[in-house]
C-alpha cells in the first residue's frame, strides 16, 4: 500500500517556467490537499479538492492551478514560476469526515532561481 | 475562523526528562485536534488525535496529548524523552463540518543526551 505518492522530489526552476506537481493516492480517499511549508509560517493550504471534479482555494491561491479528474490524482500546476514559490509542497489525502486524519506525501523541494 | 498557535519555536529537553509542546487553537464549532511529527527530509506523520471523550489521548511512539477546553489548548506530551523524538511537531485543528486542517508553525524538539 503506497500511501500518498508525489513526484518530483527535487526541482528547479527557472523564473517564467511552468510545471506541474504530481500527487497520487491508492486509499480511494475523496478529500485532497496541496500546502506548501516556509520556515517559521508552518504548512499553508494551497487548493484542496472534495471529490472528482470538484476543487477550491485554500488561504495562498495564487499561481497555482489544479484539477481533479480522477479520485487518484490531483496534480498541482505553476502556471509561471516566480521566486516566491520556493518551498516544499506537501499533498494529503482524508475521507471527508472532520475527525479523520490526513496521509501526507514525502514532499516536492521546489526552487525557483 | 480557526487558528493554531504555538507559542514555542524550539524546545530543548534532556534524554529521560518528561517533554511537554505545547498549542492553543481557535475554531468554530467542536474541535477536531491532531498532532504530527515531520522528521528531516520526509512527510508528516500522524501522531494521535482528539475527537471527544477521555482528555487525554494516547498515540504513537509513547506520545500522549491533554485536551482542556476552558483553556482551548492540546498539549502534547512525553513522559521520558529519547534522543530520537528529536523533529518538527506541528499541532493542527479542523472545526465541526470544515475538511480543511489548519496548522501551527511547529515546534522544533530537541533531545540532548
Not at chain 1, 486509499?27 to 471529490?51: A, C, F, K, T
Not at chain 1, 494529503?92 to 514532499?107: D, H, I, K, L, M
Not at chain 2, 523524538?85 to 522544533?108: E, H, I, K, P, Q
Amino acid at each position: 500500500n503506497a500511501g500518498v505518492t508525489q513526484t518530483p522530489k527535487f526541482q528547479v526552476l527557472k523564473t517564467g517556467q511552468s510545471m506541474t506537481l504530481q500527487c497520487a493516492q491508492d486509499m480511494n480517499h475523496e478529500y485532497m490537499s496541496w500546502y506548501r511549508q516556509d520556515p517559521g509560517m508552518g504548512l499553508r493550504l494551497i487548493h484542496y479538492s472534495v471529490g472528482a471534479g470538484i476543487t477550491d482555494q485554500g488561504e495562498v491561491p495564487n499561481g497555482y492551478n489544479v484539477s481533479r479528474s480522477t479520485t487518484e490524482d490531483f496534480p498541482l500546476r505553476l502556471l509561471s514560476a516566480a521566486p516566491s514559490q520556493t518551498s516544499v509542497y506537501f499533498c494529503a489525502s482524508s475521507r471527508p469526515a472532520e475527525n479523520t486524519e490526513a496521509f501526507f506525501g514525502q514532499g516536492t523541494r521546489l526552487t525557483v532561481v | 475562523a480557526q487558528s493554531v498557535a504555538q507559542p514555542e519555536d524550539q524546545v530543548k529537553v534532556a534524554e529521560g526528562n518528561p517533554l511537554t509542546v505545547k498549542c492553543t487553537y481557535s475554531v468554530s464549532g467542536n474541535p477536531y485536534l491532531f498532532w504530527y511529527v515531520q522528521y528531516p527530509n520526509r512527510g508528516l506523520q500522524f501522531l494521535l488525535k482528539y475527537i471527544t471523550g477521555d482528555n487525554l489521548v494516547k498515540g504513537s511512539y509513547g506520545f500522549e496529548a491533554e485536551f482542556n477546553k476552558s483553556q482551548t489548548s492540546f498539549h502534547l506530551k512525553k513522559p521520558s524523552a529519547l534522543v530520537s523524538d528529536s523533529a518538527l511537531y506541528f499541532c493542527a485543528v479542523r472545526g465541526t463540518g470544515a475538511n480543511n486542517l489548519f496548522f501551527g508553525t511547529g515546534t522544533r524538539l530537541t533531545v540532548i543526551p
